[in-house]
């Protein structure tokens, strides 16, 4: 599938995903913005709004445009960093600024209705 396909795919998913869940889309956006480093005087610039959109949606079509092999690697597939709890999960942070792996199974589950419902089945 050419690449302007594969981004009209997941610009489908992502708008009714974010329709219906986007207090939990939110979230995840946020699992992207750079973690500045509290030990030093780390500047890294926050992503923008467009640019957390962009790196999530690469995500998903990395994920739907991979190989067989590549979707069974959790570093690789978004859907097994949702539902993970472990280092390859999305780090989430706490109110008192605690690293957290929270699973992400509803998201995951919404994600996984709209691509079954764009995929044609």
């Known amino acids: 599938m050419l690449q302007s396909s594969w981004d009209n795919v997941a610009d489908k998913i992502w ?10 889309l939110e979230h995840r956006l946020q699992s ?3 973690c500045p480093d509290i030990f030093t005087t ?3 610039p926050q992503l923008s709004e ?14 739907l445009s991979g190989s067989d092999d590549r979707m069974r690697e959790w570093k690789s597939n978004f859907l097994l ?10 780090i989430h942070y706490s109110h ?4 957290q792996h929270v699973p992400k199974i509803q998201l ?4 996984l209705w709209e691509m079954i419902q764009n995929s044609g089945m």
Do not use: C, M
């Open 15 to 24: 708008t009714e995903v974010n329709r219906r869940n986007p207090e939990q």
């Open 50 to 63: 467009d640019e957390l959109v962009r790196k999530a949606k690469d995500e998903i079509i990395e994920t």
């Open 32 to 34: 992207f913005q750079p």
């Open 108 to 111: 995951a589950l919404a994600f």
């Open 96 to 99: 008192d600024e605690q690293t």
């Open 42 to 44: 780390d500047t890294t």
């Open 81 to 90: 960093r949702l539902i993970s709890d472990n280092e390859n999960a999305y």
